[in-house]
């Protein structure tokens, strides 16, 4: 299975403020993901991830409140744009090689916003 | 889309007792995964199963696809087993749908 670095772990932000996250693999991967889990909920894919092209949002999320990156096949980033305390959540990225395997997910980042 | 329930929400146990969790899925999947969220928020894979029985150690899962729903076996659970645990099933292609979550505590 791939190793997946997420930075940061956690951080404490003030609204109207911005955060990119970073989510490095330690090998070439197909697809890349990106979570957020609410205090208490269950995870909610917010998009994928797309190598040299726009992300494809899910409905709900909008790529000016969270635009995403992924210049190569082993690094994406996250950020959480303009932040207001109901941001405060889980952020994860996920990856997968192929399309029949299982996801992978990196350690999270915690985030709260004040 | 597709609806994923998780069942019971919440679980209390004494050390060493055995349990079992359930997942119910409202299409035909093919792929399911179950996790286990540790108190850090981590997602840890227990098991990659669409189909059929498996087994690592004190934990065991069994999908019957056909039947929409999978079990999670835990057996003589201990204090670490304490978490939130998620199946999730893919949507399509791409997308992995997760379960409302059984959250468990394991009490020495």
């Known amino acids: 299975s791939a190793v997946i670095s997420q930075k940061p772990s956690r951080d404490i932000c003030q609204r109207g403020t911005s955060l990119t996250i970073q989510c490095q693999v330690d090998?070439?991967?197909?697809?890349m993901f990106w979570y957020r889990q609410q205090p208490g909920q269950s995870l909610t894919l917010i998009a994928t991830?797309?190598?040299?092209?726009?992300?494809?949002?899910e409905s709900g999320f909008v790529i000016d409140k969270f635009p995403i990156s992924r210049p190569n096949l082993t690094f994406s980033t996250l950020t959480v744009s303009n932040m207001s305390p109901e941001d405060s959540s889980i952020y994860l990225c996920?990856?997968?090689?192929?399309?029949?395997?299982?996801?992978?997910f990196g350690q999270g980042t915690r985030l709260t916003v004040v | 889309g597709i609806q994923v329930e998780q069942s019971p929400p919440d679980l209390i146990l004494q050390e060493g007792a055995n349990s079992t969790l359930r997942c119910n899925f409202s299409?035909?999947?093919?792929?399911l995964q179950w996790f286990h969220q540790n108190p850090w928020g981590q997602l840890i894979n227990l098991f990659y199963?669409?189909?059929g029985t498996k087994q690592n150690g004190r934990l065991s899962a069994t999908t019957v696809a056909t039947e929409r729903y999978s079990l999670l076996y835990i057996s003589s659970s201990q204090t670490t087993d304490s978490g939130v645990y998620f199946c999730a099933v893919r949507e399509g292609f791409q997308k992995l749908v997760f379960g409302t979550g059984t959250r468990l505590l394991v009490s020495p």
């Open positions: 090998s070439q991967v197909t697809m």
């Open positions: 996920s990856v997968r090689s192929f399309p029949n395997t299982e996801a992978f």
């Open positions: 299409d035909s999947v093919n792929n």
């Open positions: 991830a797309n190598q040299g092209s726009e992300a494809t949002y």
């Open positions: 199963i669409p189909s």
